[in-house]
């Protein structure tokens, strides 16, 4: 009130920047590990893929989306993960680093608390760093298309990792070796050594490698919400996260789950 004076040095708050987020505009956060080249080396994660790390990483962003409010859909691979909010949030007035903070934050503290539920036998043996970043997409295109840049991003590099360390672990060729081979080479080529060589067929390998992990709020009874809600604009929220490993890039999954663009 007015009786609370303000001090003299209550101007420097002038000096902050007006963050906003444009509205009608979705909110993505995507964090990613720092330097986790060293940290998976240091911590003996197995190659190409440690499901330990893999799990641990869902289980924080799951714990993201319980904790922090309006995130609708969230995407992860290897040491990063996006989380959407929904363009309508009011969320902190849609600051954009009071998102990214919470959700840096809330994903590292809780890498850190849950570590020894997933790393029984290994030790965390320094604290992890992630960055963050703030991205608006106007469009639900626009917003599709980043969601289907980041599991293309991670099918590239997971056949590429997979045929690598198939060269290195079973085929005995050292990393220098593993990757001149590899130099140049198409995705039918990468198919074929792991085929031919291997006797793997990419296809067989675990979705979760091979699509990364989708976080999406279970559905709820659709009758049960809309008598809740009647009176309301309001939506709520489940309050159950899903985990799938599926393709987003085609059509399907967006036709089967419109409740995510709403
Ligand atoms: P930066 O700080 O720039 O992000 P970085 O070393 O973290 O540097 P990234 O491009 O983020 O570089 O690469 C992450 C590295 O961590 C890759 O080498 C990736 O293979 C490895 N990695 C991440 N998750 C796993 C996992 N679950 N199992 C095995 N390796 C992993
Ligand atoms: P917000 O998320 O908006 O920051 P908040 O509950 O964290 O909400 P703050 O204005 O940051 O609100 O206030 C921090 C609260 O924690 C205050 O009530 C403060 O007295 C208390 N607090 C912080 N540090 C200590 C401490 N070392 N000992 C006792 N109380 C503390
Ligand atoms: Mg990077
Ligand atoms: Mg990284
Ligand atoms: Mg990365
Ligand atoms: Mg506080």
Not at 173 to 191: F, I, M, V
Not at 230 to 257: A, M, N, R, Y
Request: hydrophobic content about 35%; aromatic content about 14%; proline content about 3%.
């Amino acid at each position: 009130g007015g009786s609370m004076a303000k001090s003299s040095y209550e101007y420097v708050r002038q000096f902050e920047a007006d963050d906003t987020c444009l509205h009608n505009c979705w909110i993505v956060v995507r964090l990613d590990g720092r330097s986790f080249h060293r940290f998976v080396e240091q911590h003996n994660f197995t190659k190409p893929n440690d499901d330990r790390a893999l799990q641990l990483m869902n289980k924080c962003a799951q714990t993201v989306m319980l904790e922090l409010k309006d995130i609708t859909i969230a995407y992860g691979q290897s040491d990063e993960y996006s989380f959407v909010f929904n363009k309508k949030t009011h969320w902190f007035k849609r600051r954009a680093s009071k998102f990214m903070s919470h959700v840096v934050s809330q994903f590292a503290a809780s890498y850190v608390f849950y570590w020894k539920d997933y790393f029984s036998d290994q030790p965390l043996l320094y604290p992890p760093g992630f960055d963050g970043r703030v991205i608006l997409y106007p469009s639900n295109q626009n917003l599709m298309d980043y969601l289907k840049w980041r599991q293309a991003d991670c099918h590239i590099n997971n056949l590429y990792n997979t045929v690598f360390w198939a060269l290195v672990h079973q085929g005995g060729l050292t990393k220098a070796q593993a990757q001149e081979r590899l130099r140049g080479t198409l995705s039918s080529d990468k198919n074929e050594i792991l085929f031919s060589e291997f006797n793997i067929n990419y296809n067989n390998e675990p979705l979760m490698y091979r699509k990364g992990t989708i976080l999406v709020w279970q559905k709820v009874n659709e009758i049960a919400t809309k008598q809740i809600n009647s009176e309301k604009e309001v939506k709520q929220t489940p309050s159950k996260v899903t985990s799938l490993h599926c393709d987003i890039i085609g059509q399907q999954f967006w036709k089967e789950h419109p409740e995510i663009l709403d």
